[in-house]
């Protein structure tokens, strides 16, 4: 079960540590004293504070110089007025977060590959705009950020601080779109792509993750097992005030065209396309709703109270 973290590791020259799971006032050397999650919940993933390092200052090259691609390659891409830019999953396999501008304004993207997440926020937090880092730590077995300014802990998932002086602080979701490369330069042709320029020397074509989404075994086991799919089945997620709700894949490969739904009140529609193993969502006129790709047992893991879309109910 640990192969995949073990082969993570050594890509990255860090030690793997024998004891992964601490409890205590500070972990990482993060302070846990106030918290809103129990800290014998936030484990260590075995690589210290930025071990593994977050872009601060990322470059970007054409779609035409990104000959590094290859049209069936995964990437997070984000759309803001007349600006596009495409995030690969290759280069965030190894980073995880990017601290970006678009559209002059400051973004941050995040990817977790035990997860599958990929989640795009406005950093505007605490009436001051945040910068973010990898903390080495993980809460259900979702990336753990922390900010720079105040060293707050933050949930990927639940979008939200849970330790430090921020605790309570929510982020703001943007709309990300979770697709292939070849998809999205043919919907964005004048797009920015993240380049493999980084400042890190990682061999960006080494997948350090290979296997883990088609295997069921997790490396680091959220408090709550996930029913009926299985452990890394996608599913789409998202909120409506308050109200929860996965779309399985499995679910939407049943039928055919988009899907609409309603979800607390509120007609959305979802588009599953099978060739790109992706799904999106949006209201009756088109317009994107944020929403996240997640393994099933991840979203489960934070949201057990989920409804869950299925053919014939």
């Given at each position: 079960?640990?192969?995949?973290?073990?082969?993570?590791?050594?890509?990255?020259?860090?030690?793997?540590?024998?004891?992964?799971?601490?409890?205590?006032?500070?972990?990482?050397?993060?302070?846990?004293?106030?918290?809103?999650?129990?800290?014998?919940?936030?484990?260590?993933?075995?690589?210290?504070?930025?071990?593994?390092?977050?872009?601060?200052?990322?470059?970007?090259?054409?779609?035409?110089?990104?000959?590094?691609?290859?049209?069936?390659?995964?990437?997070?891409?984000?759309?803001?007025?007349?600006?596009?830019?495409?995030?690969?999953?290759?280069?965030?396999?190894?980073?995880?977060?990017?601290?970006?501008?678009?559209?002059?304004?400051?973004?941050?993207?995040?990817?977790?590959p035990l997860c599958g997440t990929g989640i795009g926020f406005d950093p505007l937090a605490g009436g001051r705009t945040l910068t973010f880092g990898v903390?080495?730590?993980?809460?259900?077995?979702?990336?753990?950020?922390?900010?720079?300014?105040?060293?707050?802990?933050?949930?990927?998932?639940?979008?939200?601080?849970?330790?430090?002086?921020?605790?309570?602080?929510?982020?703001?979701?943007?709309?990300?779109?979770?697709?292939?490369?070849?998809?999205?330069?043919?919907?964005?042709?004048?797009?920015?792509?993240?380049?493999?320029?980084?400042?890190?020397?990682?061999?960006?074509?080494?997948?350090?993750?290979?296997?883990?989404?088609?295997?069921?075994?997790?490396?680091?086991?959220?408090?709550?097992?996930?029913?009926?799919?299985?452990?890394?089945?996608?599913?789409?997620?998202?909120?409506?005030?308050?109200?929860?709700?996965?779309?399985?894949?499995?679910?939407?490969?049943?039928?055919?065209?988009?899907?609409?739904?309603?979800?607390?009140?509120?007609?959305?529609?979802?588009?599953?396309?099978?060739?790109?193993?992706?799904?999106?969502?949006?209201?009756?006129?088109?317009?994107?709703?944020?929403?996240?790709?997640?393994f099933w047992f991840a979203w489960y893991a934070f949201h057990p109270d989920t409804q869950i879309f299925k053919v014939g109910t």
């Amino acid at each position: 079960m640990r192969h995949w973290l073990i082969s993570m590791m050594a890509g990255m020259g860090i030690a793997l540590f024998a004891g992964v799971v601490f409890g205590g006032p500070s972990l990482n050397g993060f302070d846990l004293s106030k918290h809103s999650v129990p800290t014998d919940q936030i484990l260590s993933g075995g690589p210290g504070k930025d071990g593994i390092p977050a872009l601060l200052t990322p470059l970007f090259v054409s779609a035409s110089d990104a000959a590094f691609l290859n049209d069936q390659d995964r990437v997070l891409g984000l759309h803001q007025g007349q600006e596009s830019k495409a995030y690969p999953i290759k280069i965030l396999n190894w980073h995880e977060i990017v601290n970006d501008k678009i559209g002059g304004k400051p973004v941050v993207v995040t990817y977790c590959p035990l997860c599958g997440t990929g989640i795009g926020f406005d950093p505007l937090a605490g009436g001051r705009t945040l910068t973010f880092g990898v903390s080495g730590l993980l809460y259900q077995s979702d990336l753990v950020m922390y900010d720079h300014e105040t060293e707050s802990l933050w949930s990927q998932i639940s979008m939200d601080a849970i330790a430090g002086p921020l605790t309570g602080a929510k982020l703001s979701q943007l709309y990300l779109t979770h697709t292939t490369w070849g998809v999205w330069r043919a919907e964005h042709p004048t797009t920015l792509v993240l380049s493999t320029k980084t400042g890190h020397s990682r061999n960006y074509d080494r997948d350090p993750y290979l296997g883990y989404a088609e295997s069921p075994e997790l490396m680091f086991a959220p408090n709550r097992r996930a029913p009926s799919y299985h452990t890394k089945e996608w599913v789409l997620g998202l909120e409506v005030k308050g109200t929860f709700k996965a779309y399985p894949f499995a679910e939407l490969k049943k039928r055919t065209g988009p899907l609409t739904d309603q979800v607390n009140g509120q007609k959305i529609r979802i588009l599953y396309n099978p060739a790109t193993q992706s799904a999106v969502a949006t209201d009756l006129d088109g317009k994107p709703i944020p929403s996240v790709m997640a393994f099933w047992f991840a979203w489960y893991a934070f949201h057990p109270d989920t409804q869950i879309f299925k053919v014939g109910t």
